[in-house]
Nanobody, 124 residues
Framework: VQLQASGGGLVQPGGSLRLSCAAS????????VGWFRQAPGKEREGVSCISSSDGSLYYADSVKGRFTISRDNDKDKMYLQMNSLKPEDTAVYYC??????????????????WGQGTQVTVSS
């Protein structure tokens, strides 16, 4: 599976962005999908994921209530709607696909396929 992320950019605090990730080469239907982010000097962290089986969702506490993950299996795409953005959300965001979406938080090693990353900068 090849993943292509897009939609990042510069936004003011309180603003919104919608990240998209398009898959090619293989359907996403049977894979869990997730979004990770990595800020400078920090480890990559799981932001959100959605399972392939029952649509179970996970959100990190830091984004709960502000971010919404979704997937469109017909189009082999996934999305991350980010609202009420904060400066601490600044990072490179990566989309990924793997075997499952852990309800205690996705780990990078659990995901086999990765997009190239898209920069999100929240600053006034």
């Amino acid at each position: 599976v090849q993943l292509q992320a897009s939609g990042g950019g510069l936004v003011q605090p309180g603003g919104s962005l919608r990240l998209s990730c398009a898959a090619s080469g293989k359907t996403l239907d049977y894979l869990a999908v997730g979004w990770f982010r990595q800020a400078p000097g920090k480890e990559r962290e799981g932001v959100s994921c959605i399972s392939s089986s029952d649509g179970s969702l996970y959100y990190a506490d830091s984004v709960k209530g502000r971010f919404t993950i979704s997937r469109d299996n017909d189009k082999d795409k996934m999305y991350l709607q980010m609202n009420s953005l904060k400066p601490e959300d600044t990072a490179v965001y990566y989309c990924a696909a793997g075997e499952y979406c852990s309800m205690i938080g996705p780990e990078p090693e659990e995901y086999d396929y990765w997009g190239q990353g898209t920069q999100v900068t929240v600053s006034s």
